[in-house]
């Protein structure tokens, strides 16, 4: 998780969010914290904010900053516990799919809860490769593993691919107004000839071999009928042909 967070903290240029919040936030929520990495950076860049981070997990560290808390809670059971007309900004990362299937009424909670003038920014992303030059031939183990975690996904009652226009609409419904969209690329891998992205590439890369069984093992077995024995033979496949080759541009 935390190689994740560097990785898209250098791709943003060091910024923890893009939401103009001001200088002197009180309140921050991080929905899906996680290790808890994200609050704990907020928290130190500004002492003014309560930054509250939740997850289901209890795995975030105990020494933190003063400002910053973890309470275990699900984003799923609403209502949420902050109180109304309360929040300067909710933040969310990666829940697309894995937590996260109904954004509309996940926005509208967020609308509750947030102050007038208060800002929700999702920071998501979508799970399928992607290549701009064709040097990713179709039938490779990557395309392969990308398309059936898709379907395995789908079987089992959740979607990971996203546009940006589906959240843009779901904000829309759940009341948010003045929306706005920013795209970014992120490699698998150190190719990028753009010296900004070769080490976020590095560490995506990292993130995605290290994580690899655990996000395949129960999409494949249980919704795929596949055994761990051909998982296995996919997966080695996947990651000797996958980001480690500067000649696939993903």
């Not at 991080?30 to 795995?59: E, F, H, N």
């Not at 290549?131 to 395995?152: I, R, T």
């Not at 589906?166 to 891998?189: H, Q, R, S, Y």
């Not at 010296?195 to 795929?224: C, D, H, N, W």
């Amino acid at each position: 998780m935390d190689i994740a967070y560097h990785a898209f903290r250098m791709l943003f240029d060091n910024k923890p969010f893009f939401a103009p919040i001001g200088d002197n936030p009180q309140e921050i929520v991080d929905i899906g914290t996680g290790t808890g990495i994200w609050a704990i950076d907020v928290g130190d860049a500004y002492p003014s904010a309560r930054v509250r981070g939740t997850d289901l997990s209890p795995i975030q560290p105990i020494f933190v900053p003063p400002n910053v808390v973890f309470q275990i809670d699900d984003c799923l059971e609403y209502p949420w516990t902050f109180k109304e007309n309360s929040i300067d900004l909710v933040h969310t990362r990666d829940l697309h799919g894995w937590v996260v299937n109904d954004w509309v009424t996940f926005y509208k909670e967020s609308f509750r809860v947030l102050q007038p003038g208060g800002y929700v920014e999702s920071q998501e992303f979508d799970c399928m490769d992607k290549c701009d030059d064709d040097s990713l031939p179709p039938n490779s183990a990557v395309h392969q593993w990308f398309k059936l975690l898709n379907e395995g996904a789908v079987k089992s009652g959740i979607n990971l691919r996203l546009k940006p226009s589906d959240l843009v609409e779901a904000m829309e419904e759940a009341g948010f107004v003045d929306i706005e969209v920013k795209t970014f690329k992120l490699p698998f891998g150190p190719w990028s000839s753009e010296k900004k992205l070769k080490q976020p590439g590095i560490f995506t890369l990292v993130s995605m071999l290290e994580g690899l069984s655990g996000i395949s093992a129960g999409l494949f077995t249980r919704y795929l009928g596949w055994d761990m024995n051909r998982l296995e033979v996919l997966l080695a496949a996947t990651r000797a042909n996958g980001g480690r080759r500067k000649s696939i541009h993903m």
